[in-house]
């Protein structure tokens, strides 16, 4: 017996923007179409069944979740994670056919990927329809584990057909992002570069006497450079989920390394996706990982290039960018670019260890090559000279960064001819201190060197190049760039970037990754001040040796203070009235999200320990 599933989905379509098409078009990409599916009727339970026979392996590759929650629910879509890297599929049960109807138009392809378990025994077909006619396009039979991708060329006429993937035999197979690909004239291209924990203080955008950011400087000639432009925490989860859902922490919920996104929360890769656009993310895992959500509207997800040990990380994200653009050259492309080469150990290759500083003989380990325990003694002070290599170390991974990867994919955009059209974000998710308040590194305190962050935009056509003053929000990315990158329909999801004399950002910290007995703290910034109120647990901070220096429950400081050095919280007693009713709301939404039990997977763990995270 034979069931049919026909799932009616929302029509793809993409909106045009000024200097690009605007037309509708057929749906690029199977998971956003609507499909007719034909299956027997006992294939949830085969799923099942062949799915447990694969064990804990099996069930680790293939994850039947949902991973665009804009396109509505598709019954057999999910993701493939194979080697760090997802992708999204459509997974097929045994005798099974998925199809498409669409319109083929002149020198158009068929672009699919296959993942084969090695417990199944598929035959894979694609079959072209056009009226009565059937065309077999591809077959291949698979009895043993593979991953390939292939491109078949479609014919020119007639416009109007199906296409059918089909399997037969016993088993699991998935289709692994099965999308038409047609080269266009003005493709829109979107790329959001992240230099993880890179404070705004130390790059040429923002006057810093050393030149660590030549090409960020050059780009600002063509951007939109916000020169108040925050995080909305001090660590790299929060502050990406941030990014990515246009909310601060309590908005999206995600308050410690347990949490993930929730389903509620829409994300700006799932927009892109859902308007058109090839997706795709090149990071370095850790507080970044697919783990936590953040693969949902990409169509590849690689947790691996960007990695905290890797000298070259800038290097490989731009390699595997390049290479996934020449092979959608032509398509609308929404990429994520993110390199933890400025993290601590602060590591590059040899080759460019004099690039800041001639004298510089070593690559140290961070502070922990100068800290017995960073357990205990992450707040204990080093001498001068170390001090001072840990800064020329930092300065010189951010110059690596960007000469690599900033520059890389402004030159790459510029040698294809889409430089013009492109929209770029250059920003990080939080900062790095030396010492200027007595600790180490980031997401202990919510002093300016570890929430300010540089961020320039540029806009396709150079449009609102200038400076910028207002106070932003690493959450106003998504609106910022919304409709002037062609997704002006769906505006709604984001919160607005505002703007305007009243403007408060609030910023939190409710759980520090980095060493469990860091007690929480919240911050607010509006144009005049910058409040930081820290909860005092002296109990928990006993176990520093020495303790932190800075024990005051509440600090303010006026914004032109940069360094944040007179706490004026006994001086001010009306700005601190005001604050203190933001912080007496803030603290009651923050214990309704606190949620009990939830735990880390042990990999997941094993790798957040590696990366300086999560200390025994």
């Not at 929650?69 to 045994?94: C, H, M, N, Y």
């Not at 922490?249 to 859902?274: M, N, S, T």
Request: glycine share 8%.
């Amino acid at each position: 017996m034979t069931l049919r599933l026909a799932l009616p989905l929302a029509a793809w379509t993409v909106i045009g923007m000024a200097g690009c098409r605007g037309a509708a078009e057929h749906p690029r990409g199977l998971i956003g179409a609507d499909l007719a599916i034909e299956a027997a009727a006992d294939v949830e339970e085969r799923f099942a069944a062949l799915l447990a026979e694969g064990g804990s392996k099996l069930a680790a590759v293939l994850k039947r979740e949902e991973i665009n929650t804009l396109i509505p629910g598709k019954k057999w879509s999910g993701r493939v994670r194979l080697e760090d890297i997802s992708r999204q599929a459509l997974f097929s049960v045994d005798d099974m056919s998925i199809a498409c109807t669409a319109a083929v138009g002149r020198g158009q392809h068929f672009h699919f990927s296959i993942y084969h378990p090695g417990n199944s025994a598929l035959t894979y077909r694609v079959h072209l329809e056009r009226g009565k006619k059937r065309d077999l396009l591809f077959r291949k039979r698979l009895e043993s584990e593979r991953f390939f991708s292939t491109r078949i060329e479609l014919p020119a006429s007639p416009r109007q057909c199906r296409i059918v993937l089909e399997t037969r035999g016993r088993g699991i197979g998935a289709w692994v992002n099965p999308q038409f690909v047609a080269a266009g004239k003005k493709p829109r291209i979107v790329v959001v570069i992240v230099l993880d924990a890179v404070r705004a203080d130390h790059t040429s955008l923002y006057g810093y006497a050393r030149g660590t950011t030549p090409h960020l400087r050059r780009l600002a000639a063509d951007a939109r450079v916000f020169r108040n432009a925050y995080s909305t925490s001090a660590w790299t989860l929060p502050a990406h989920v941030s990014l990515f859902s246009g909310q601060d922490v309590l908005g999206h919920g995600v308050l410690g390394p347990a949490d993930r996104i929730g389903a509620e929360v829409p994300l700006l890769a799932e927009a892109f996706q859902k308007h058109g656009f090839v997706t795709a993310a090149f990071t370095g895992g850790g507080f970044v990982a697919d783990h936590f959500g953040f693969h949902r509207g990409f169509q590849v997800y690689s947790n691996r290039p960007g990695g905290v040990f890797l000298r070259n990380a800038s290097s490989w994200v731009l390699r595997n960018f390049k290479e996934f653009a020449d092979s959608f050259r032509g398509q609308d492309l929404f990429v994520f670019l993110h390199t933890y080469q400025a993290h601590a150990p602060y590591n590059f290759p040899g080759k460019f260890r004099t690039a800041i500083n001639p004298d510089l003989r070593a690559n140290a380990l961070g502070p922990g090559n100068f800290l017995r325990d960073r357990k205990s003694e992450y707040f204990k002070p080093i001498a001068a000279e170390d001090r001072q290599t840990l800064v020329d170390l930092y300065d010189t991974a951010i110059c690596y960064a960007d000469r690599t990867l900033v520059g890389g994919v402004i030159g790459y955009l510029k040698e294809r001819g889409d430089y013009e059209r492109a929209a770029i974000v250059v920003t990080s998710d939080h900062g790095e201190e030396f010492y200027e308040h007595g600790g180490w590194e980031h997401g202990h305190s919510l002093y300016n060197e570890v929430v300010r962050i540089p961020l320039a935009i540029k806009f396709p056509g150079r449009r609102r190049a200038g400076a910028d003053e207002s106070l932003v929000s690493i959450a106003d990315i998504p609106a910022l760039i919304m409709e002037p990158c062609g997704l002006g329909a769906s505006r709604g999801l984001f919160p607005a970037a505002t703007a305007g004399r009243d403007r408060v950002l609030a910023l939190s910290l409710p759980v520090s990754p980095v060493i469990e007995h860091v007690p929480a703290k919240v911050s607010f910034v509006d144009r005049r001040f910058h409040f930081i109120h820290n909860i005092i647990d002296r109990g928990a901070l006993a176990v520093f040796v020495p303790p932190p220096r800075n024990l005051e429950p509440f600090e303010l400081y006026e914004r032109g203070d940069a360094n944040e050095t007179n706490n004026l919280a006994g001086r001010r007693p009306a700005a601190l009235k005001e604050f203190h009713a933001l912080l007496r709301d803030h603290l009651r939404r923050l214990r309704r999200l606190r949620q009990a039990g939830r735990t880390l997977d042990e990999s997941l763990q094993d790798e957040l320990k590696s990366l300086g995270y999560l200390r025994d």
